[in-house]
């Protein structure tokens, strides 16, 4: 493959330069899912809302399936019109020949219900991604909670998912501590229930905040995984998306047959970068460590059924004091050896914080994810490693391109 084919080029351009606010995005957010960041108008742009920042759709999917996160940029020469009801259109200024139908997620019929006894379903440790179920009944991640000698968290530094707030109350979760209450186990398998009943799921991933004790962690993985089975029967794939769990943990979970693959999430590669972003990970496991048990999953359950998600883009931060192409090069060593394991990495772009959104740095980083996820097509067919559609499809792989352009 010598260039994207036209879809994935498409969703790409859509990840970095977004969509502008028109009145059809905003009539669609109102049965659409939410998306987690509102849009915020510029200076100067047209705002028809008076409002300062309004909510948006979360997804959307492009005619072929591709579905693509929605990031809302006033700077963008695309926008959204509607035809007719529920019927919208993605048009370019720049060029007025592309003309793309969309279709935006649906906000689900069981997220305005409750569970039996009276607790909003919306709060039950339930979430969507195109036809991808997660369940998080545990979100709050210890090492928010540890400090480094020097007095900073140990969390890892592009995240704030694992921050123990509010959410944690929902499910009576206590920070270093696995167990959960018997009603929060209930409330999500009478969800998970109507989910499945109500829409197309074709992979449900269990997901969770880290615990410093890996054993405690596993056993917590174990019963959430339980838990689901009861719901699901074995009728849709699972994955546990945990920590780097130990091997009497994994052989527990792969002799139950309670998990058809796991992603061990190494963030990064390059045991210097994972100390500096992943701190906490690096003091409680340890870079071999963590590349030692996904070779263990590996020997457990084959390859193309372990994974490795990885924040591309994050060693163009300025502390790392790497060219676009050094990076590049650097995350393709890790996918050439990771690959060489039987370990298949994910690559999900890097939304960088605050500040960094301007053309110089985004250019940056769009020449490196290019490069890099062109360069992993082809050590993935060198290692005939494909990624399993029990696992992740471009139905739900809003954020990553390899399910795009594997199927182009």
Not at 16 to 21: E, H, L, S, V
Request: glycine content about 8%.
């Amino acid at each position: 493959m010598s260039s994207l084919p036209d879809s994935v080029r498409l969703k790409l351009d859509l990840m970095f330069d977004g969509i502008r606010y028109s009145e059809a995005l905003g009539q669609a957010a109102e049965h659409a899912f939410p998306n987690f960041y509102p849009y915020r108008f510029q200076p100067g742009e047209a705002n028809p809302t008076g409002k300062p920042r309004v909510t948006i759709p979360y997804l959307m999917s492009l005619q072929d399936g591709t579905l693509v996160r929605v990031k809302g940029n006033g700077s963008s020469s695309r926008q959204v019109t509607q035809s007719e009801p529920a019927n919208y259109q993605l048009l370019d200024d720049e060029d007025s020949d592309c003309i793309h139908a969309i279709r935006f997620e649906p906000l689900p019929q069981w997220m305005g219900q409750q569970t039996s006894d009276g607790f909003p379903m919306a709060q039950a440790g339930i979430s969507l991604h195109g036809d991808m179920a997660i369940v998080n009944i545990a979100p709050g991640c210890d090492y928010f909670l540890q400090k480094s000698e020097s007095g900073s968290s140990l969390k890892c530094s592009f995240c704030a998912y694992g921050a123990p707030n509010e959410r944690v109350s929902h499910f009576s979760q206590t920070l270093g501590q696995p167990q959960l209450p018997d009603i929060t186990y209930q409330r999500m398998q009478e969800t998970l229930k109507l989910a499945l009943d109500q829409g197309e799921i074709n992979h449900i991933y269990l997901v969770a905040g880290s615990l410093i004790d890996l054993h405690d962690e596993g056993r917590r993985f174990i019963d959430i995984a339980r838990a689901v089975q009861q719901v699901s029967q074995h009728r849709i794939p699972v994955t546990c998306g945990s920590g780097a769990l130990p091997l009497e943990i994994m052989q527990e979970m792969h002799a139950e047959k309670l998990v058809d693959s796991v992603c061990f999430n190494l963030e990064v590669w390059s045991e210097s970068l994972f100390e500096k972003v992943c701190p906490g990970k690096n003091k409680f496991v340890g870079y071999r460590q963590w590349i030692d048990s996904l070779e263990n999953a590996v020997a457990l359950w084959g390859r193309g059924r372990v994974y490795t998600a990885m924040v591309s883009g994050i060693e163009l931060e300025p502390e790392f004091n790497m060219s676009w192409n050094q990076a590049a090069d650097l995350a393709i060593e890790g996918a050439s050896d990771l690959c060489s394991r039987g370990i298949i990495p994910i690559y999900s772009l890097y939304w960088p914080i605050g500040g960094k959104d301007h053309p110089e740095y985004l250019n940056r980083l769009r020449s490196y994810f290019e490069k890099l996820i062109m360069e992993y097509h082809k050590i993935r067919q060198r290692h005939e490693l494909a990624l399993w559609d029990g696992f992740m499809c471009h139905r739900c792989a809003f954020m990553q391109l390899e399910c795009d352009i594997d199927r182009a």
